[in-house]
């Protein structure tokens, strides 16, 4: 109910608990229990992933986040065979958020990892992968909705930093690579500056 004539109607949270109402839901089983321990889930890390590695549309990264994907499908696999990984969203070349972990639990995003003073980031970071390859573009509807899904989870969640994958594990990963702009993420979101790390690549790259 409303108090008054012109209050806008109750908006629904987009959240049903730490699913997120808009995504499509997958569900992963490569997820565990945020430790007791853990600092509040403060850091969203943007990563890429596609496969085949360049190849888009495929729906093998939802197999892969479900333990579905057969190995033995592309050569490619057989380096990977047997990885059990996940991450809370993927963001498909379509700007479609797809969901595979509850954000209250802890996906398999971010390996060995560092972060704003913190180790293991995935006790306490939500992980969004990006549909796309290392060193390459992304699709502007994949930054309108990376957008508006890091605005939703700053609802809920203390969001104080986003970051890369290789930011967070430097040396060992390279994604989303010098494709990525952090520049439009930062615009879109209007958040400060130092929540986003220090971008070194050079804007002669061609970023989409
Ligand atoms: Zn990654």
């Given at each position: 109910m409303t108090t008054s004539d012109d209050a806008a109607p109750a908006t629904h949270s987009p959240w049903k608990g730490g699913w997120h109402h808009t995504a499509r839901r997958l569900e992963s089983p490569n997820h565990g229990p945020r430790p007791v321990a853990a600092s509040a889930v403060d850091l969203i890390v943007v990563h890429s992933i596609s496969l085949p590695p360049g190849e888009y549309g495929t729906g093998a990264v939802q197999q892969l986040f479900t333990n579905t994907l057969d190995w033995d499908a592309h050569p490619y696999y057989q380096g990977i065979r047997g990885l059990q990984v996940s991450s809370h969203f993927f963001i498909d070349r379509a700007g479609v958020a797809w969901q595979f972990v509850d954000c209250d639990l802890r996906a398999w995003h971010a390996g060995q990892s560092f972060y704003r003073g913190r180790a293991q980031c995935n006790d306490d970071s939500i992980g969004i992968e990006l549909e796309g390859l290392e060193g390459l573009g992304f699709e502007a509807a994949q930054y309108q909705t990376l957008a508006w899904l890091c605005r939703d989870i700053a609802q809920r969640y203390p969001i104080g930093h986003v970051a890369g994958h290789e930011h967070i594990a430097p040396g060992r990963k390279q994604d989303p690579g010098p494709g990525f702009d952090w520049a439009d993420l930062q615009n879109a979101l209007g958040?400060?500056?130092?929540?986003?790390p220090l971008v070194t690549h050079p804007t002669a790259l061609p970023l989409r």
């Open positions: 958040w400060p500056l130092q929540s986003f």
